[in-house]
Nanobody, 129 residues
């Protein structure tokens, strides 16, 4: 059982930046595809970004491309989400997730929340105007 703990959320003004971190409890973290999702009140869970086990493959939602960057440090069992140029519509609870197996078209699988086996508790990001 992998435990994921997110941190780094908070309140920021539009145009500002935040960096979210997600620490995994197991060293096998380095074999997992990691993803970030978010959910705003009254809305469905939404894919944000994903990164392959080596860090060499990433994919981001169109809504965050050019503003958010996902990265990972396998030596620290940590995945990051650097969020720049934040907008009020980025306000949501952000969750990190781990997928043990991603078979088939990587991007199609990694963007689907049902592909993930483990989830963190979430961290709130609030962007004010």
């Amino acid at each position: 059982q992998v435990q994921l703990v997110e941190s780094g959320g908070g309140l920021v003004q539009a145009g500002g930046s935040l960096r979210l971190s997600c620490v995994a409890s197991e060293r096998t973290f380095s074999f997992y595809t990691m993803g970030w999702f978010r959910q705003a009140p009254g809305k469905e869970r939404e894919f944000v970004a994903a990164i392959g086990w080596s860090g060499g493959t990433t994919y981001s939602a169109d809504s965050v491309k050019g503003r958010f960057t996902i990265s990972r440090d396998n030596a620290k069992n940590t995945v990051y989400l650097q969020m720049n140029s934040l907008k009020t519509e980025d306000t949501a609870v952000y969750y990190c997730a781990a997928a043990r197996v991603v078979a088939g078209n990587w991007a199609s699988v990694a963007t689907n929340w049902a592909s993930y086996d483990y989830w963190g508790q979430g961290t709130q990001v609030t962007v004010s105007s």
